[in-house]
């Protein structure tokens, strides 16, 4: 971001920015091509003097299945990954399930993982598979998750052929779907009601 949103975010104006460069008071943001420079959100953790210590930062394992139907999957998922980060040596601080699709990006605990990452509070996310975080789109949350200091590490690296990858997202977007359809179906009485009172057309 620009020197003037950055101000604006931090609260001081860009004069004080730039006051602060010069004596040394805070060191941050990275020169463009253009010369101008860029700040990041570690920047403003930085300004605000919120940022978190490296040894601070947590590790974080995440377990996710779509259904209440699936707690038994979500149970061996968790103690797959236990055994995992005990073989690589790896200690966890938290170990977050969450039942819930992964289309759907406004899971409570999925929305509070991202949080945590952006206040730059995790060193590692570790995850079963790519779509155990989100079904679509991993790559644009690994890249966020890497600008604030987060990796992210995907233990079963599950490598398809672009038919096959289609194939598997096609079939995601029809199971999510054909979930919401069923779910209308309580609704079918209310649905048939309001359409029949509806005035016919002249």
Not at 112 to 132: P, T, V, W
């Amino acid at each position: 971001m620009r020197i003037s949103e950055f101000s604006r975010r931090v609260g001081k104006s860009p004069l004080t920015i730039r006051r602060w460069e010069r004596e040394g008071r805070f060191k941050g943001g990275q020169r463009s091509l253009g010369g101008n420079r860029q700040y990041t959100e570690d920047d403003i953790r930085k300004a605000l003097g919120i940022e978190v210590k490296e040894e601070d930062r947590k590790v974080v394992v995440y377990c996710r299945v779509s259904s209440n139907g699936q707690k038994e999957d979500l149970k061996s998922q968790v103690a797959a990954m236990e055994t995992f980060c005990l073989s690589a040596g790896i200690v966890v601080d938290d170990y977050i399930s969450e039942i819930g699709g992964g289309m759907n990006f406004n899971r409570k605990l999925f929305n509070g993982l991202m949080e945590r990452i952006e206040r730059g509070e995790l060193s590692k996310l570790i995850i079963a598979h790519q779509d155990r975080l989100v079904r679509f789109g991993f790559d644009f949350f690994n890249s966020f998750a890497k600008k604030h200091g987060c990796k992210v590490i995907v233990v079963n690296q599950e490598s398809l052929s672009p038919q096959a990858e289609m194939v598997k997202d096609l079939m995601a977007i029809i199971h999510c779907f054909s979930c919401r359809l069923y779910g209308l179906r309580h609704y079918k009485k209310q649905i048939k009601k309001a359409i029949l009172s509806e005035p016919a057309s002249a």
